[in-house]
């Protein structure tokens, strides 16, 4: 067995796998917090229990002493909380701005939640459902919609959770550094089978992922499945390669700059794809004002509308990442 | 060393406690004059009697979800009914039970006499106040008899507004009418603490329970109206198919987060304020001594409800919203801890050089103190921006908010209606008893929810009906906690009940405390006083001899 | 000791109102009742912001989003019967006015015609908005129960519907209670309630009234006058 799989389902383990590269941070920051909740607690317990006994009274008459207040101790209290707080507020913040902006070359792999599953989509056009197989050491990107109500796409193991939401992309990226499988719960309410929208990340060795991504049946790329829907739909009708259609060419757009006709200026990213499919007039491309693009709304899946962007990646000269191993393509068929 | 001798004048309990003729109880019988009352004092005891009602129901469908979870699979119910049990309890237990408890039982009987007043400023409005809860919980019992909502208390959308099938409008009406009938006890606590102070009783003379409820009226005033609108607004999309939230038209369901969260979190301090209040009046009554740093309880508790409208979007880091949006409510939330720190350090402070008696209400008093303490630092867990992307909607958070609306709220609202049962009814409840059932309740209730802080961690989402089999040890731990609890809980129904005829007579001052609440009879004339007073001293002055002491 | 004895005296020379059938027991005077009360209306209209607040708040998170579907969708509306209603409210706003005016002075008759008046302008308001919500029917522009839009912005204009309807309508439903609340002060005054001693509760429902007239004038132009 060349690869150490750790089980889920271990009876008694008070903090999950720490199988990403955040989770070390973030247990950081939470042990530090219990030693500051643990501390305060047991000694403002125990002075309370100290003063109670001491102070207790003796007779039924007896009053205590009448002391006003020491603006010293006030001070004193305010201040070292303030700055015990900020503290905690800065080791969380430094680990949370590192686990906001994914790598560039991270892998990409396409998310769509729905009452109650998880759909998952590999570029290469591997599907699966409720399961996600990643290679260890590997940045991994997660874009990530709803096709109905809101989910959460939530890995204990990687300390990471995000929310869907319907009508945008979410993200989330992390780089797995212990090959097991792990829990993927769905972490935001979202009706009957809340409970029941659950499954495994597999991370595996990169020769192992290589293999599983080939070796599994699939269908076609998530690319070519875009670029049929694009000639199906008849997007290829209007955006000509060579800029003589009626809409603009869409070759080296993914990624790049666009100038709007209101004038300002947006990036060509997942969601500005999407909205241009589902909602084409909200973005209008300078000089095309008075062309009026159909929408697609209804015509094409949340599925779908993953593939089509892909599809537009794979115009951009720049090569959209496409699943490469860390380690240099040599070991085929190594061991699973 | 450590104390006085008193002169032996009103802090000493009677001789021969004596119940008086005439009171608040026998002035005016019937139905009617209970049904059509204007006195603060018996729409206290309405309340008293319709929340205890709702805490009951709430506590059932509790007990529902705890014993669902004792095992991994969903065996008891279906997801369905799971599903609601868990909305209906967190309904209930929010509107119905968290934010009226202190301000509509405690705050209504006895902030004007407090303040020397001999109602509020607004009779009427406060009759309406109790109407309006009335009313509200019979839309959210008519919603449970239509099978009960199942979205959560949290109402998120699109589920409650476009897929859920359960009874959503009642409740969530229910709880637009009981949201009114708060800012309505709010309102009238703010005109009544502006206008309606005696004779010598200035802002800063006033006991803390008062400031307490006037930052809690500040919140309600401010935050229900939000959530209000926000009701208003789900309601409309589901029942007559408008856009506000609607993705497919360009509607944005995170919206519908930041107007929910606006009124919720201040919410919280509605909840827990009151709270706060009782215990500045129980520990500087079981220590007879004048609490440490008075007006800085006092401010803290505006500051509290200041800053706490600003923090709202803590719920959401994960929603979707930016990461500097994440940044800001992140730096804020940790500064409301500083309040409540002070606070905490204050009260302990004053039991320095007292004289303590370990009487029911104190045992409840000091039971809040842990769990207070336990929960209002398990907040930092929250607020840390990387340790909330692990605990987000897990069980951690359940821990974290049950320390505190529980484990705070109500073991101080327990505390005070031990304390001043004797005021409300001229009777005193079985001392031991008393302090039996708070033992009860702080072991029982720690029980219940320290497991949880842990369950989280390890990953366990909440609102799940069937989990894995490694987190059932600590679930069923939990429940366990949930039946010792349970019992804490139902025991004073029982000696309270007991006592209204077979107590001992209480007296104007059992408990030998300052405060204008011990200087009338027990239960109070109808205008609360004989003679209306003057207040010449500051709060809480046990022991006048002059001397001021550095602490 | 915390307290003595203290007897009701005002230190003016009459009873300090006690004796007006109005006056109510919790306070020590009349002085006392008229502070409390109007304070009370404040506190009232302050929550009321709140209220209207959260929808203003959804209008412009949307508008920022969206402003050519609001651009269209106020070009559906009638600006003369927005301007004719602007100019209603404000009319009732006046004859309101000087109906807490008539009651300052004790004229119980004249606050009954002022209100009558207010009632009046109130039911003419009501009725051009019943005129533009059925030419809103008429023309299929009522979200999810008679909607029918054509054009790029169709599916955002039915958020600016969504919310033109909520607005408007939170807004004549607090008309309607205002026109309630008219009617019971008409009831009052008829049976002379109201002297130079007691005229609160006629200012406390001038508020209201002025606070229900300022939310139209803001309504007006964030809805109609935005094409």
């Known amino acids: 067995m060349g690869a150490e799989r750790t089980t889920m389902g271990k009876a008694f383990q008070l903090i999950p796998d720490s199988a990403s590269t955040f989770a070390q941070a973030i247990d950081a920051n939470y042990y530090y917090i219990w030693a500051i909740t643990i501390f305060f607690t047991i000694g403002i317990v125990a002075a309370v229990a100290y003063f109670s006994v001491k102070y207790r009274r003796k007779h039924k008459d007896e009053v205590g002493h009448p002391i006003h207040g020491s603006l010293m101790l006030e001070i004193t209290w305010s201040v070292i909380p303030l700055l015990i707080a900020m503290s905690v507020f800065v080791f969380g913040t430094a680990a949370f701005f590192s686990a906001y902006d994914p790598p560039t070359g991270a892998m990409e792999i396409y998310v769509v939640g729905k009452q109650w599953m998880w759909k998952i989509q590999h570029p290469e056009g591997n599907r699966e459902i409720n399961e996600l197989h990643v290679p260890v050491g590997q940045p991994v990107r997660l874009t990530m919609t709803t096709e109905d109500v809101l989910h959460s796409f939530f890995v204990p193991a990687f300390r990471i959770k995000k929310d869907v939401v319907p009508g945008l992309y979410t993200t989330l990226w992390f780089q797995a550094t212990k090959v097991g499988d792990y829990h993927l719960f769905c972490a935001e309410y979202c009706g009957n089978q809340h409970s029941g929208m659950i499954g495994k990340v597999h991370v595996m060795e990169a020769a192992d992922y290589e293999a599983w991504l080939s070796g599994t049946t699939r269908g076609e790329t998530m690319e070519a499945s875009g670029q049929r829907q694009f000639e199906k739909l008849g997007c290829s009708t209007c955006h000509l390669q060579d800029n003589t259609g009626r809409g603009p060419s869409l070759k080296n757009v993914f990624g790049k700059p666009v100038q709007l006709q209101s004038g300002t200026t947006v990036t060509a990213d997942e969601a500005y794809v999407r909205e241009s499919i589902l909602q084409p007039q909200a973005k209008i491309v300078k000089t095309y004002t008075n062309v009026q693009m159909p929408t697609f709304q209804g015509q094409v899946s949340e599925d779908g509308v993953l593939q089509l962007i892909s599809y537009v990646k794979s115009l951009s000269e720049a090569p959209a990442p496409v699943a490469a191993p860390a380690a240099p393509a040599a070991a085929k068929g190594g061991k699973k | 060393m450590s104390a006085t001798l008193a002169p032996p004048l009103h802090t000493t309990p009677e001789p021969e406690p004596q119940f008086p003729a005439k009171h608040f ?51 008891l119910m279906s997801a369905e009914q799971y599903n609601r049990a868990f909305t209906m309890h967190g309904i209930i237990m929010v509107f119905f039970l968290l934010i009226p408890v202190t301000p509509a039982i405690l705050g209504n009987f006895l902030l004007p006499i407090m303040i020397g007043a001999k109602d509020l400023a607004l009779p009427r409005i406060n009759l309406l106040s109790w109407y309006l809860y009335v009313i509200g919980a019979i839309l959210t019992l008519s919603s449970l008899v239509l099978g009960g909502a199942d979205t959560g208390w949290t109402f998120y959308t699109p589920y409650s507004s476009m897929y859920s099938t359960g009874a959503v409008i009642p409740a969530a009406l229910g709880a637009f009418v009981a949201g009114f009938s708060s800012i309505l006890t709010g309102l009238n606590f703010i005109v009544t603490v502006h206008k309606m102070r005696c004779p010598g009783m200035t802002w800063m003379r006033m006991p803390l329970f008062v400031w307490a409820n006037y930052a809690t009226s500040l919140v309600q005033i401010l935050g229900t109206p939000v959530v209000a609108m926000t009701i208003i607004l789900v309601a409309l999309e589901k029942l007559l198919g408008f856009s506000f939230f609607n993705a497919a038209a360009g509607g944005d369901p995170i919206l519908f987060q930041h107007l929910f969260w606006f009124y919720s979190h201040p919410a919280v301090y509605i909840m827990i304020l009151p709270g706060m209040g009782i215990i500045s009046e129980l520990v500087s009554a079981f220590s007879r001594k004048k609490i440490f740093g008075y007006s800085f309880i006092a401010m803290s508790s505006v500051a509290i409800a200041v800053i706490g409208f600003l923090i709202w979007g803590h719920h959401m880091y994960v929603s979707g919203q930016s990461v500097y949006e994440g940044l800001l409510f992140s730096v804020l939330t940790f500064l409301v801890a500083i309040p409540s720190a002070i606070k905490t350090f204050n009260w302990a402070a004053t039991l320095y050089r007292g004289s303590i008696s370990w009487d029911a209400p104190m045992v409840y008093a000091i039971g809040f103190f842990g769990l207070f303490l336990i929960g209002g630092l398990t907040g930092l867990f929250c607020a840390n921006l990387a340790v ?21 709220a109500i073991m101080a609202y327990m505390g005070g209606i031990h304390f001043w049962w004797p005021k409300m009814t001229g009777r005193m409840y079985p001392e031991a008893l008393g302090r039996v059932s708070g033992v009860l309740v702080f072991l029982g209730f720690n029980l219940t929810f320290l497991p949880q802080f842990l369950l989280g961690y390890m990953g366990m989402p909440r609102r799940y009906h069937a989990y894995p089999e490694e987190f059932q040890i600590f679930n069923m731990m939990s429940t366990a906690g949930a039946t010792v609890l349970g019992l804490g809980y139902l025991l004073p129904l029982v000696y309270f009940a007991w006592s209204l005829k077979y107590g001992k007579i209480a007296g104007n001052n059992p408990w030998g405390a300052k405060g204008l609440e011990w200087e009338t009879t027990s239960p109070p004339p109808l205008e609360n006083f004989h003679t209306m007073p003057v207040q010449t001293e500051e709060a809480y002055a046990y022991a006048d001899e002059g001397e001021t002491h550095h602490g | 000791m915390a307290s003595h004895a203290v007897t009701h005296t005002s230190g003016a020379h009459d009873d300090a109102g006690h004796s007006n059938p109005n006056y109510q027991h919790q306070f020590e005077d009349l002085h006392q009742q008229y502070d409390a009360t109007t304070f009370g209306m404040w506190v009232f209209l302050a929550q009321e912001i709140l209220f209207f607040g959260a929808i203003f708040c959804a209008y412009a998170v949307y508008r920022f989003k969206y402003p050519e579907a609001y651009h269209e969708g106020a070009r559906e509306l009638s600006l003369i019967l927005g301007g004719t209603n602007t100019i209603v409210l404000i009319l009732s706003s006046l004859t309101m006015a000087l109906g807490v005016r008539a009651a300052q002075l004790g004229r119980n008759k004249s606050v009954f015609n002022w209100l009558a008046l207010t009632l009046l302008l109130g039911f003419v308001f009501m009725g051009i908005k019943a005129v533009e ?16 839009m054509t054009g790029a912005e169709a599916d955002h204009m039915q958020i600016y519907f969504s919310i033109y309807f909520a607005m408007t309508g939170m807004h004549a439903l607090h008309m309607i209670i205002g026109a309630g609340l008219l009617l019971f002060f008409m009831y009052k005054a008829w049976n002379k309630t109201y002297s130079k001693e007691f005229y609160g509760p006629i200012e406390i429902m001038g508020l209201y009234w002025h606070f229900v007239d300022i939310v139209w004038i803001f309504l007006f132009p964030m809805l109609y006058l935005i094409s």
């Not at chain 2, 009352?37 to 059932?60: E, N």
């Open chain 3, 133 to 148: 919500y059925t030419e809103k029917w008429e023309k299929h522009h009522v979200p999810g129960l008679n909607w029918h």
């Open chain 2, 388 to 408: 909330d992307l692990h605990i987000h909607d897990t069980y951690f958070i359940v821990a974290h908010f049950h320390y505190i609306m529980v484990g705070g």
């Open chain 2, 25 to 75: 109880l026998n002035t005016g019988r019937g139905v009617a004059s209970w049904l059509l009352t204007k006195d603060h004092k018996r729409i206290a005891l309405m309340y008293l009697i319709s929340v205890t009602l709702m805490a009951l129901l709430g506590g059932f469908f509790a007990s529902l979800v705890r014993l669902e979870l004792l095992t991994p699979q969903g065996d």
